[in-house]
């Protein structure tokens, strides 16, 4: 009985094994040849990207997470930092933007402007829904790519028309390469931006 107990558990753990073995491995996809992947990335107007967001300037330093959430032609950003206290909340409609730092609400029609006025710091936000899926914006020049035909740095020209310099150091392995670390640094501000996921 012992024996037969152990021949079952020796049949059934080979099955297992023959069974693990047989999976396949986690495929990285290749990426989309480089035309096709840009009108790929171009039409991606509705998603969802969290990430962690560094800033760096003269006089300060902060860090923390950044939700980003594109609904068309607006979107909505908010950056907590990493003990959960909120940096901002931003939101674009049509008649502008509305921020709220510090337990204040303001308006404006522009969102970088407004921003800036109150953070203290630049970030090119009106281009943000362009350089966060690797894409440049009608301004930009010296653009740069890999061998797969990905963007890995451009010259952007915000809407303040203060330059930056963007760079991409890692994509994410799928079809679109969706960026997964970037860089953009301006003559007073240097951001690093992780992406940990995106959604659709």
Known sequence: MFLKQNLWASCLLGLFLTGCASQP????????PAAEREQALDAMTEFKVLATL??????ESVSG???WQQDGAYYQTSMTNFLGFSVFELQTHAGGA???VNGETHQAMSAGALLDYLSGWSLPIEEMQLWL???PGPSSENLQRDGMGRLTSFTLTDSRGRQ???SYSDFFPDAKSLPRKMRLQS??????????????
């Open 164 to 166: 930056w310099q963007v």
């Open 65 to 67: 997470n950044l939700k």
């Open 133 to 135: 899926k690797g894409l």
């Open 25 to 32: 491995a986690t495929q990285v996809s290749r990426p989309l």
């Open 54 to 59: 560094g800033v760096t300037t003269p006089g």
């Open 98 to 100: 509305i921020v709220k």
């Open 187 to 200: 003559d007073e501000t240097l951001l690093k931006l992780v992406i940990r996921e995106w959604q659709p």
